[in-house]
């Protein structure tokens, strides 16, 4: 069974759950500061890291600006190199050519390298209801698929688990899936590696499917390319017979040269390290090597709709590093289950209201899940404006229905703002009561002073004070 | 010189100490403070929030009384972030609105620019014998790039026992309309903020933003740490007559 990020409440409710859950917060604070730190350290050490930033920001922007003529040149590279491409417009005729091409194998089990592309479209659930078995091979998926959790973090999607629930999840659910956890396993991170290793690799050498996201698609050359760090995900893309790749739109670069770019940006942003453990790189079938069938399906599940909006689709450059999540206070507090998509962060909050609309509640809470403070844009590799975007969805969320205490004390303020006599007047109602204003305030004021205290009304504000000052010289 | 003071609508009601602070520290320097009547507010809130429209209005506003100022001063790194960075935003291109703020926004400072860059001094003059902890905004920090501006300005003050607040890089939670609508983040931010003030050992808390000040000054409050809150201006604007005659309060009594 397969859980689902669908009916989760609105941030603000889901977050205080989170930060009232302690050991949730040590474990947060702990990894993302860890992270975070490392990150800073590598990206640090080269003195073009601005110069890197704004290359891998215009090579995605020149690719966005021209995707109609990289697609066609994407779907004839890969075919000219034996791979067949396929074209979804949403995620269920992405999930229906998946799991036709998987009946065609005749298989019924298929094992998965880490993907995003696959969680948003619910693609297990999917192969699932299709009578097919979906197996995660990523560490921290296994984790959350035996689980029956869900990922709260783009890179490392079990960073919610300390590794005592680990072991606990391994000895309750391993049986079930293929082979069993070790009698007596301890919670030794290289205890609990190597029960997932042996776990794995009967997984790898019975299964004859593979179904995976990619990192990049060079256009020019039609090569799929897919870093990770553990190796697994290179089990899968080379052992089985047969591979399926689901792509966004937005992955493709127009040639090898400009990986290069994102090369550098990506290890140093996502993993702190210099260099990528892991990246496999392959362009259609090689006759006697690999997977001798390759499907490519891309995805556009909504991107064309952010592609028109010319503040939001800087979103579409992102290359899922998740710094943005790392480097986030308010992400660094609440994980990534507050978010209720399953892109968390403040690249969810702005890339999931995009491309599934905001129609429901916690959608339109996700634009007010950050104070602003900009530490997510500082750390984009690809110089993603992340609070430009939010700001400009609050636009359309304050046009939507609802809101009316919201939208009463905005128009009160502008009222009171809209010239000096009228703050003049606010201000000295506001000076008549400063004796009497209560520890706690009734109403939406409490959300202010139920932690706060409130500052001291004036006697007179700043302006009477110049007036004054004027009359009396 | 003659400085345009745009005192911002959260400092002229709530925290017009300031305000007064700006006007004493400017004076003493040797310069001219005038006040623009027509002022109000830059429109951040309306901003942030989503409300762009009474924003653009306040906009308006702002570049009309402010017409011709050979320089601003405002004393809120978020409203001078606001003006200089969003503004351009606001106006349609080739518009009158931002004809206007092409022309006026590259005067518009905080006080500590206008302090460093423009009349260039770093000692005030200033006397305030206490143990200060900083902590730079975001607002400040990434979108001025204040840089060691306050910093500078406040080792040059005699007496002042200059700290940093731990992960000075780290936002305090205020965030506007944040610390309302998500309240137990911004608490959980703020708390962590007024922790690290407090363990600098400091008597005093300063920024460069009475708006994140409130915040975290709310909480140490609540908590009564015995840390106090000054806004940068009050800071530099004592002097050892004014200090004498002002000496600082213990805990305010928490309402
Ligand atoms: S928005 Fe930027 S920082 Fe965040 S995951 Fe995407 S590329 Fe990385």
């Known amino acids: 069974m397969s859980a689902t990020f669908l009916g989760m409440p609105p941030f603000p409710e889901a977050a205080r759950a989170a930060v009232e859950d302690s050991q949730l917060r040590h474990n947060l604070h702990k990894a993302t500061h860890t992270i975070r730190d490392k990150r800073g350290q590598a990206v640090g050490e080269l003195d073009d890291w601005a110069e890197l930033r704004s290359e891998g920001a215009a090579i995605k922007e020149h690719t966005l600006r021209h995707l109609d003529r990289y697609l066609e040149q994407v779907e004839e590279s890969v075919q000219r190199a034996g791979g067949t491409v396929h074209w979804a417009s949403d995620a269920a005729e992405a999930n229906a050519i998946v799991t036709r091409l998987v009946h065609g194998t005749g298989q019924s089990d298929v094992v998965k390298v880490k993907s995003m592309a696959t969680q948003e479209i619910e693609l297990n659930r999917a192969l699932e209801q299709a009578g097919i078995t979906a197996y995660e091979t990523d560490l921290a998926e296994l984790i959350v698929q035996l689980g029956q959790d869900l990922p709260s973090h783009i890179l490392v999607p079990a960073i919610h688990l300390g590794r005592a629930r680990i072991r606990e999840i391994f000895l309750e659910h391993m049986a079930r899936w293929g082979v069993p956890a070790p009698q007596g396993l301890t919670d030794d991170p290289r205890a609990l590696a190597e029960a997932a290793r042996v776990h794995l690799r009967e997984r790898f050498l019975n299964t004859r499917t593979a179904i995976s996201g990619a990192n990049f698609v060079v256009a020019d050359s039609g090569t799929t390319v897919v870093l990770e760090s553990e190796g697994n995900g290179r089990m899968c893309l080379t052992l089985p017979e047969t591979l399926i790749s689901v792509v966004g739109i937005e992955k493709i670069v127009p040639t090898f040269d400009d990986l290069e770019v994102f090369m550098q940006l990506l290890p140093r942003s996502s993993t702190g390290e210099r260099m990528n453990p892991y990246t496999s790189m392959w362009s259609g079938v090689a006759p006697g090597d690999g997977p001798q069938e390759f499907h490519l399906v891309l995805l556009d599940n909504g991107r064309t709709d952010v592609l028109a909006d010319t503040v939001g689709r800087q979103a579409l450059r992102c290359i899922r590093c998740s710094a943005c999540l790392n480097a986030c206070p308010v992400y660094e507090r609440t994980g990534g289950h507050a978010y209720g998509s399953v892109y968390p962060g403040p690249i969810g909050a702005i890339l999931t209201p995009q491309l599934q609309g905001m129609s429901s509640e916690t959608d339109r809470s996700l634009p007010y899940a950050s104070s602003l403070c900009g530490a997510c844009y500082e750390v984009c590799p690809v110089a993603i404006d992340i609070p430009e975007v939010l700001v400009h969805l609050r636009e359309q969320a304050v046009e939507g229905p609802g809101r009316t205490g919201e939208k009463a004390m905005m128009a009160g303020a502008e009222a009171a703002l809209s010239s000096p006599a009228a703050l003049e007047a606010a201000q000295r109602a506001a000076s008549a009561v400063r004796g009497a204003v209560p520890r706690h305030l009734p109403g939406a004021a409490s959300a202010w002073t139920d932690t706060r205290s409130v500052p001291e009304i004036p006697e007179e504000s700043f302006r009477r004070w110049w007036k004054k000052r004027g009359e009396e010289r | ?255």
């Not at chain 2, 010189?1 to 040797?30: Q, S």
């Not at chain 2, 500078?152 to 000075?168: H, K, M, Q, S």
């Not at chain 2, 106090?228 to 201006?233: D, E, L, P, S």
């Open chain 2, 1 to 255: 010189m003659r400085i345009a003071l745009f005192i911002t609508c959260v400092n002229d009601t709530l925290f017009p100490d300031t305000g007064r602070a700006v006007v004493e520290l400017l004076e003493r320097l040797g310069h001219e403070v005038v006040f623009p009547q027509g002022q109000t507010c830059c429109g951040q809130m309306h901003y942030n929030t989503g409300y762009r429209r009474p924003a653009t209005k306040l906009a308006v506003r702002f570049v009309q009384t402010f017409d011709g100022a050979d320089a601003v001063v405002v004393p809120s790194a978020s409203c001078a972030a606001m003006i200089r960075e969003h503004y351009p935003r606001l106006g349609r291109s080739g518009s009158r609105l931002s004809r206007k703020v092409a022309a006026l926004a590259p005067r518009v400072y905080d006080l500590t620019e206008l302090l460093v860059d423009v009349l260039g001094v770093t000692d005030v003059d200033a006397y305030y014998p206490h143990r200060v902890a900083y902590h730079p905004t975001c607002h400040g920090l990434r979108m001025l790039g204040l840089g060691d501006r306050p910093y500078r300005l406040l080792r040059a003050v005699r007496g002042l026992d200059l700290v940093e607040v731990g992960r000075p890089e780290e936002c305090c939670g205020f965030g506007g309309t944040f610390a309302l609508k998500n309240s137990d983040v911004s608490t959980a931010m703020g708390a962590d903020k007024a922790r690290q003030a407090v363990d600098t050992g400091a008597e005093v808390l300063c920024m460069v933003d009475n708006s994140c000040l409130m915040h975290v000054g709310g909480i140490l409050q609540r908590q009564r740490s015995g840390v106090r809150v000054a806004h940068i201006a009050e800071i530099l604007a004592r002097t050892e007559t004014s200090e004498a005659a002002v000496s600082p309060t213990t805990e305010e009594a928490d309402r």
